[in-house]
């Protein structure tokens, strides 16, 4: 799963544009919102668009599991690999 993680913090990097941030800085347990890496809904917006582009992956529009989908790096690397089955961990 480490390489799905090291995946996804490359897209947030690049689909965000942080231009302060690397990848290798993000935790994969830190929240990816508030205090945590600090995105707000506009970048949750963003990430999700690429996510469906990079992984084909299908977002619900319930928001308390999106919320949860979204809350780290972890969290999303797991609903990738079990909402995408081509996706190797």
């Known amino acids: 799963m480490a390489g799905l993680e090291d995946e996804i913090k490359k897209l947030i ?3 965000l ?3 302060d941030i690397s990848p ?3 935790d994969s347990d830190a929240p990816l919102f508030g205090d945590g890496l600090g ?3 506009i970048d949750a917006l963003e990430l999700g668009l690429a996510l469906q582009k990079r992984f084909g992956v299908k977002l619900s529009a319930d928001a308390d599991e999106n919320r949860r989908h979204f809350s780290s790096v972890r969290a999303l690397a ?3 690999s079990a909402a995408s089955p081509s996706v190797s961990v």
Do not use: C, G, K
């Open 13 to 15: 990097v690049s689909a």
């Open 17 to 19: 544009n942080l231009e």
């Open 24 to 26: 290798e800085d993000i």
């Open 39 to 41: 995105l707000d809904s």
């Open 78 to 80: 797991s609903f990738v």
